[in-house]
Structure formats: structure tokens, C-alpha cells
């Protein structure tokens, strides 16, 4: 049942979101491996961010990417993969762009 529900919900988004979301939590696990955290907490919570940075950054550097490379779904997944490994730091770093420094 959970399957079939989990099945429809990724069948009616857009291939992009789909892609987004499943490299993103790609991303944030290959995280979570190579830079772990002593609290289980933290992981979860990087996880999340790495993810919604998969969802909303990696949206716009896919968008880039695919104008650059014209790779359909692939730069979408390249993005998602990115954004959900990297994605705290790449939040930064926009942050501080944006507001001249980083406010914690």
C-alpha cells in the first residue's frame, strides 16, 4: 500500500521534481557516509537540509546546467546529487553573497 501510494505521488510530479528529490537524498546519504556525525540527530537534520537544497537550489543549477549541456533529466539528477551533498554548504555560501556576510 505504502509502495503503491509512494509510485503515484512520484508518477504525477514533473520528471524534474522526481529527479530532484531522488539524487538530493542520493546526495544527502552519500553525506551522511563520507562526513558522519556523532549524533543521529544531526544526520537526519543534514539530510533534510541536503534535500531541500536538492528541491529548491538544485532546480536552478539544474535549470543552468541544462541550458549549458542540454541533458534533460540528467542535469536535473547531476544538480539534485549536488545540492543534496553539498547542499548546507552551498546555502551558506548563498547566504553570504546575498546578505555580505553570514548571519548564524
Known amino acids: 500500500m505504502l509502495l503503491q501510494y ?5 508518477g ?16 544527502a546519504y552519500v553525506r551522511a557516509v ?6 543521529w540527530r544531526r ?4 539530510g533534510l537540509a541536503g ?7 538544485g532546480g ?3 535549470h543552468v546546467l541544462q541550458d ?3 541533458g534533460g533529466t540528467w542535469a536535473y539528477l547531476a544538480a539534485g546529487f ?12 548563498f547566504r553570504k553573497f546575498l546578505f555580505k556576510g553570514d548571519p548564524k
Open 60 to 62: 536552478l543549477v539544474g
Open 6 to 10: 509512494l509510485r503515484d505521488l512520484f
Open 12 to 27: 504525477n510530479m514533473p520528471e524534474q521534481v522526481s529527479a530532484l528529490l531522488l539524487s538530493g537524498a542520493a546526495g
Open 51 to 57: 534535500a531541500f537544497s536538492a528541491v529548491f537550489l
Open 34 to 39: 563520507f562526513a558522519p556525525e556523532a549524533s
Open 68 to 70: 549549458i549541456t542540454g
Open 82 to 93: 549536488i545540492m543534496g551533498e553539498g547542499g548546507i554548504a552551498a546555502v551558506r555560501g
Open 43 to 46: 544526520r537526519i537534520l543534514e
